[in-house]
């Protein structure tokens, strides 16, 4: 197969390859699961997931990345390869060129780190981009005109905030929080407040079901099931919306403080286009109901969710990979 370009939104939760001219191809979850016995990888992206917390001693099903960046070198760089090979297939005439995103604020140690790992996995040459920037140019945000766009995309593992012109990144903060945050903090609250333990695909549940950045004046519930801890045994208790909106509230300031900060570091100019368009939400946690109004009330800033947020990285590097040589100049880091 003639595969000569792959861009690959490389997150914490979900992993999503895109080829120029067929889009968005594999969107899996990023976990890999490997037998502790000979160290060997038996199931990567959906397959792995399933096996997440319901795995024997001899298993262990993880993700390879942490925070946005990579945590479990070997893994990541196994994970790389699979995703390559399942659009590409295992048996190759030309090495593709890789496009991978990463958070703004890594260390150029941890930039080198995703390079060497795509090289290794199968690509001849690896790009690597600020997600914030692929996030703008999947949103649709014209990068490269002299005014100031605002982009928050909240990730699985991180929290980009960026204030983008003439195509280069003027402020921006990432947060360590994101979903997976959100997910362990709806776990620990349903833990002490009702004694139940829960894993976190219930919690991540849940979120999806009935989560919200603001309290809601018509109450929503969910049943929830998991162990006792008390008595050991199953259990099923309900859980209401405005719960959760109280347990999530940590991570959402987290996030706001983030937008803040960046804000306070853009230069007046820019700081008038942001008002006069409002920012723009991405990634999945954009999904999660009323943050667009909690953020637009907290800052003052108008706050609008972008179209399909969680492909927004993913398309931003079809794009860049389509034009190439016109985001070559400004964007990229490369091997």
Do not use: W
């Amino acid at each position: 197969m003639f595969i000569k370009k792959i861009g690959i939104d490389l997150g914490t939760a979900n992993t999503l390859v895109f080829l120029p001219g067929e889009g968005i191809v594999v969107n899996e979850p990023s976990v890999v699961a490997i037998s502790l016995i000979d160290n060997k990888i038996l199931a990567v992206g959906n397959e792995a997931k399933e096996m997440m917390g319901r795995t024997p001693e001899s298993i262990t099903a993880q993700r390879p990345l942490k925070d946005g960046v990579i945590a479990d070198y070997r893994i990541t760089e196994a994970m790389l390869r699979y995703f390559i090979n399942k659009v590409s297939g295992s048996f190759r005439l030309i090495r593709p060129e890789v496009m991978i995103s990463i958070p703004a604020g890594v260390t150029s140690t941890e930039r080198r780190a995703v390079v060497d790992a795509a090289v290794k996995a199968g690509a001849k040459t690896a790009y690597v981009v600020k997600e914030p920037i692929l996030a703008a140019i999947g949103a649709g945000i014209p990068i490269n005109s002299a005014a100031g766009n605002m982009i928050v995309d909240i990730g699985g593992g991180t929290s980009e905030v960026a204030i983008i012109s003439l195509g280069g990144v003027v402020a921006a903060h990432s947060a360590r929080v994101g979903g997976n945050k959100i997910d362990q903090a709806i776990a620990d609250f349903i833990k002490k407040k009702h004694g139940l333990a829960i894993g976190e695909r219930t919690a991540e549940e849940i979120k999806i079901a009935i989560g919200s950045a603001m309290p809601q004046t018509k109450d929503e519930y969910v049943e929830v099931r998991g162990r006792d801890l008390i008595a050991g045994l199953p259990k099923t208790i309900r859980v209401s919306a405005n719960e959760i909106t109280e347990a999530i509230q940590d991570e959402l300031r987290e996030i706001i403080n983030a937008i803040k900060k960046v804000l306070q570091e853009t230069p007046p100019e820019l700081a008038a286009d942001v008002i006069d368009k409002g920012m723009i939400l991405s990634g999945g946690g954009a999904l999660l109901r009323h943050l667009d109004q909690l953020i637009s009330k907290t800052t003052g800033v108008p706050c609008y969710v972008a179209d399909e947020p969680l492909l927004c990285v993913a398309k931003g590097t079809g794009v860049a990979l389509e034009h190439l040589d016109m985001y070559k100049r400004t964007i990229m880091m490369s091997k």
